[in-house]
């Protein structure tokens, strides 16, 4: 009776078996778990990403600075819409890192991707206040107005005028229309001058300066229009009445091409490209280029990189 197993003996020899067999799993799992190529395959997954997203970010900028440059509203649309798809394809791919290293990174890896993350979202911001105002092209379709429309009616009522002074070359004429027509046509001119500077303005104060001399010069337009209708020989006068008329048809267009002016969307959007949103791309592609360093540092027991391993 002595010589067989007690139940004991048994359930400690179970035990036992039991331990070895964990402690043998756990060491499978082990190195199963730090098998070199696979960590080196999981690092170059994270590290191609976080590259994907530099170039995204870099892609996305482009498109952004020809949305900006466009002359066309349809050319901006396209691009601004290619900006919008990229920056969204950098934020599904930083949504696939976080979930990655949420499985194999460290978590200084996670707290740089989270502070991408911020400067993303700040760039992002930016981006959408700069599509916004480069799809109105307000600045472009000011200049359209300037030397288009308002152009031609310029030139209508300068025809009329000029036509008006060859009727009335006589010495005894000439002295009263000349000052006249000629303080007419050099009036608008001013303010035709006037108006282009306003139109590339980034300032308001400035803006405000060049309207109040584009009025003046208006008020002294009007007064001489007004002068010559009022001699006897210009009542009822087609050339005078086609004069006046081009410019009233000429304030018309003024007044649209300083609202539009006003609004500022493509001096605006280019400013924000040159500063704001340079600087936070900046920011952006520094902290990505932070995380990758810190991907590529990661290190794999049994990996050395090409540098000697230090003896044990």
Known sequence: ??????????????????????????????????????????????????ERMQLAIASASEAEKS???????????????????????????RQQLAGLLAEGGIAHEQDLL??????????????????????????????????????DALAEMDAALSRLLARHADPSDARRVMPLAFGARLGVLRIQGLLA??????????MDRLEAAMADEETRVRKDLDELAALPSFRGDADLAAATSSFVQYGGFKTRILALSRENTNVRSLALSLNQKR????????????????????????????????PR
């Open 1 to 50: 009776m002595k010589n067989r197993p007690v139940i004991t003996d048994i359930l400690w020899m179970g035990a036992g078996a039991a331990v070895l067999a964990v402690i043998f799993l756990g060491a499978w799992h082990f190195q199963e778990s730090a098998d070199p190529a696979r960590l080196l395959a999981a690092k170059a997954s994270r590290a191609d990403l976080v």
């Open 67 to 93: 949305a900006v440059l466009a002359t066309t509203d349809e050319d901006s649309r396209t691009f601004a819409d290619q900006a919008r798809a990229t920056a969204a394809d950098v934020d599904r791919e």
């Open 114 to 151: 989270a502070r991408f993350s911020e400067t993303f979202e700040n760039l992002r911001h930016i981006d959408d206040e700069v599509l916004r105002l480069a799809v109105e092209n307000t600045n472009l379709k000011a200049f359209a107005l300037l030397f288009g429309p308002a152009a």
């Open 197 to 206: 500077p306003h139109v590339a303005e980034e300032s308001d104060a400035k």
């Open 279 to 310: 600087k936070a791309m900046v920011v952006c592609l520094d902290a990505l280029d932070a995380l990758r360093q810190a991907i590529l540092d990661e290190p794999i027991r049994g990996v050395t990189y090409g540098r000697p391993v230090s």
